[in-house]
């Protein structure tokens, strides 16, 4: 395998979403190619960064409330009545 | 109570508050069994999403009122055509699909300039809403987790859109290649070139920010 086939497989390594023929010969060129090597951890780093550092917001509770309206919920009345039924 | 999305943060409340836009059905007819137990399904199946769906559009449209109005149409949308939805399927995947949709239709139609970034937009849209953000361990060593929150926010924003949707996509959402090549309607190697591109990028630009706050980025530790 060359540099270049290399990167077009680099994100599927990176995300699990390689063969395991293709990663067979992905890791063997990784063993012996250095650039690839290093590439190939920056993107595993810039993965977990992004992983980690996004920060996830709570949605706000008028918004909890709207949709909970707008699918016409009343959960506790449905779970009881579906449940002695 | 069934709805879990995140520990002590989210109830049903037994009154919902009045709010804005929605104009709901109060009336107490009695449903039937089956609208019921579509009911029943779509808080399990969908509703729980409901975090995962806000956050996104909030990625898409940067303004929390677009953001709700966004979300908020989805599950409408959603509700009203969840007998198509394929059961056993992955519903995150299919919400996600209606809100972008969603979207396109609304927000793109008079949007700017693609590929513009505004720095300062992504700058006060993060101050604004940054006091509601969910805690997270600040336990790294690591150079790069040095970095701040708002600065890989902003690392993040400043790709063009096709690089970071797919990186959301997979690295915050977690979906696979063929959910995302379905969400964007784009084949799986589309899918691997731009997470491939997309990340060199936003390396550069996270380097650029550690460069700037004086961390060295020559080793790991």
């Known amino acids: 395998m060359n540099c270049k086939t290399a990167r077009v497989l680099m994100s599927a390594a990176v995300d699990g979403e390689i063969s395991f023929k293709e990663e067979k010969g992905f890791l063997s060129h990784l063993s012996a190619c250095k650039e690839c090597c290093d590439e190939f951890d920056d993107a595993k780093k810039t993965k977990m960064i992004i992983k980690e550092r996004i920060i996830q917001f709570k949605a706000p509770q008028t918004l909890i409330n709207s949709i909970m309206q707008l699918t016409n919920f009343d959960t506790r009345e449905t779970e009881e009545t579906l449940l002695y039924e | ?27 107490k007819e009695a449903l039937s069994r089956e609208e019921r137990q579509k009911q029943l399904e779509f808080q399990n199946e969908a509703v729980v999403h409901l975090h995962s769906l806000y956050n996104y559009a909030l990625h898409m449209t940067m303004n929390p009122d677009d953001a709700e109005d966004l979300v908020q149409e989805t599950y409408l949308k959603a509700y009203r055509f969840f007998n198509s939805f394929e059961r056993g399927t992955n519903c995150k995947a299919w919400l996600f699909k209606i809100l ?19 720095y300062d937009l992504i700058k006060d849209f993060y101050h604004s809403i940054k006091d509601t953000r969910r805690d ?12 701040l929150h708002e600065e890989v926010y902003q690392a993040l924003h400043s790709l ?15 979906f696979t290649y063929e959910e995302i090549a379905n969400m964007v309607d784009s084949p799986i190697g589309t899918v691997r070139s731009r997470l491939y591109r997309g990340r060199k990028l936003l390396r550069v630009q996270l380097e650029e920010y550690a460069k700037k706050y004086g961390f060295n980025t020559g080793d790991d530790q």
Request: hydrophobic fraction near 25%; charge should be neutral.
């Open chain 2, 1 to 27: 109570m069934r709805i879990y999305l995140e520990p002590g943060r989210f109830q049903i409340m037994d009154k919902p508050a009045p709010t804005h836009q929605t104009k709901t059905p109060t009336k």
């Open chain 2, 100 to 118: 972008k949709n969603n979207y396109i239709n609304r927000f793109r139609k008079n949007s700017k300039e693609p590929g513009k970034v505004d």
């Open chain 2, 160 to 174: 063009p859109e096709e690089f970071r949707e797919v990186i959301q996509l997979c690295d915050i959402e977690g």
């Open chain 2, 136 to 147: 997270s361990s600040e336990a790294d060593t690591d150079y790069f987790h040095s970095l």
